[in-house]
C-alpha cells in the first residue's frame, strides 16, 4: 500500500523518503522571473545546510517546486518546508518591494528579523543568521539580486503580487525502490513536460553539488 498522506495526516521517520510538491499561492508563475529562481537555489542550500537532510533530485518550475528528499534526526519534513517556504518568501518580498509582508501561518512562524539577533529566541533561528551571517548572505546574494530587479522592472514595479505559497504542500513517502526511480526520473526530467528549453538551468542535473546519492 502506497503510504501517501495529505497535509494534515503525515507520516514522520527520519528513514523515510519523500517526494515533495509546494505550489505558489493560485499558481501565480513567480518563477518566470530568473531572479527568483536564483533566489529559491540559494534559499535550498542553505536550508539543506541548516535542516541536514538529503535531497536526491529537485526541479523548480514556473509556479512549483519538487523535491525527493530524506530528512535528517529529529528535523521531519514538516519543519524542513517550513523553513524552506518561510526564509524564501521573506527574501523573495525584499526583492519584489513588498517590504510590509508578513508570512501567514503556513509559511512558518512570525516573521523575525534577520539584522537584530535580539529577536530571535529559539535555537533554529539564531542558527540560521549565523549562517546566513557567514555567508553574507545581505551583502553577496539578497543585495545583488534586488539590484538586478530594480534596473529590470524599477522602484514601483506591479508585475509580480506579494510572494506566497499556496497553503501547506503535497509529499509522498516512497514505498519502495521501484517507487524512488519513478519519482526520481519524473522529477529531474518535469521541466521538459512543462515545455520549458532543454537547458533549463534550475533542477539538480545543473547543481550536482547540491544533491546526495541513493544509496
Known sequence: MIKHRNSQKRFYDQDFVYFVTVKTHENFPYFQEKILCDLWIEELKI??????????????????????????ENKNISKVMQRLKRDFSINANKILGNVRFRPSPNEGAKLLSHKNN?????????????????????????????????????????????????????????????????????????????????DWKYTSLHFPELVDSIE
Open 47 to 72: 536550508c539543506k545546510e541548516l535542516k541536514k537532510f538529503k535531497l536526491f533530485t529537485f526541479c523548480l518550475l514556473s509556479n512549483h517546486f519538487h523535491l525527493l528528499v530524506q530528512p535528517s
Open 118 to 198: 535580539k529577536t530571535m529566541d529559539s535555537e533554529s533561528e539564531k542558527a540560521i543568521f549565523r549562517l546566513r551571517e557567514r555567508r553574507n548572505f545581505e551583502k553577496n546574494i539578497l543585495e545583488p539580486l534586488q539590484q538586478q530587479f530594480l534596473k529590470k522592472y524599477g522602484s514601483n514595479q506591479n508585475k509580480f503580487p506579494i510572494f506566497r505559497w499556496q497553503k501547506s504542500f503535497h509529499d509522498h513517502v516512497i514505498r519502495d525502490e521501484r517507487d524512488i526511480e519513478n519519482h526520481f526520473e519524473y522529477t529531474e526530467n518535469n521541466f521538459l513536460k512543462h515545455d520549458l528549453p532543454n
